[in-house]
């Protein structure tokens, strides 16, 4: 009897990791405030099956300079905060869509079959006075059938959520 308890302990504790890396996540798990940080998102699989074709991500106020890199296969798509335009210096103005806050940006058109990964990346600046924070990311996974909102934060609690948004510690600057 303890043999078979030990085991089922055991298999348990090996599909824990595997649920838990089944999330949505971040390459790197720290970015420096201050720097400017290549943000990797990981995208594990699709909707219960089905194939994802729309990655969104929204944008936190700490991050600033946003620069996606597009996929070959999927059309990119910027969501500008007009309404929140930053002064930008002359020299600097030239330089069109700088000067405007990145609300959101999205990947769509693409086809992720749920077998795959992938990733979508973006850069930006972490803003200096986030340090010690940890910074959430809220995503939108749309699938052929089916949508992912990785948007819920931590309890009060500490209990893990169940469709976590992806996060990043921000540490001190040097």
């Known amino acids: 009897m303890k043999a078979i308890l030990h085991g089922a302990l055991l298999g348990a504790a090996l599909l824990i990791p595997s649920i838990a890396s089944a999330h949505i996540t971040?390459?790197?798990?720290?970015?420096t405030a201050g720097g400017t940080q290549k943000f990797v998102l990981r995208?594990?699989?699709g909707?219960?099956?089905?194939?994802?074709?729309?990655v969104r991500i929204q944008i936190p106020a700490e991050l600033s300079g946003v620069k996606?890199?597009?996929?070959?296969g999927w059309t990119l798509s910027i969501d500008h905060?007009?309404?929140?335009?930053?002064?930008?210096?002359?020299s600097t103005a030239a330089h069109a869509g700088h000067d405007t806050p990145v609300r959101e940006i999205a990947w769509s058109g693409g086809s992720l079959q749920d077998a795959h990964y992938d990733e979508f990346v973006f850069r930006a600046k972490v803003d200096a006075t986030a340090a010690g924070k940890d910074l959430f990311i809220p995503?939108?996974?749309?699938?052929?059938?089916?949508?992912?909102?990785w948007i819920e934060l931590p309890g009060a609690n500490g209990a893990e959520p169940q469709s976590p948004a992806p996060s990043v510690k921000v540490v001190p600057g040097a």
């Open 139 to 149: 995503i939108v996974q749309k699938c052929e059938t089916g949508i992912e909102r």
């Open 81 to 90: 905060a007009e309404h929140e335009a930053v002064a930008t210096p002359a």
């Open 47 to 54: 909707c219960a099956g089905s194939p994802t074709n729309e």
């Open 68 to 72: 996606p890199q597009p996929k070959p």
């Open 43 to 45: 995208v594990p699989h």
């Open 26 to 31: 971040f390459e790197a798990k720290e970015v």
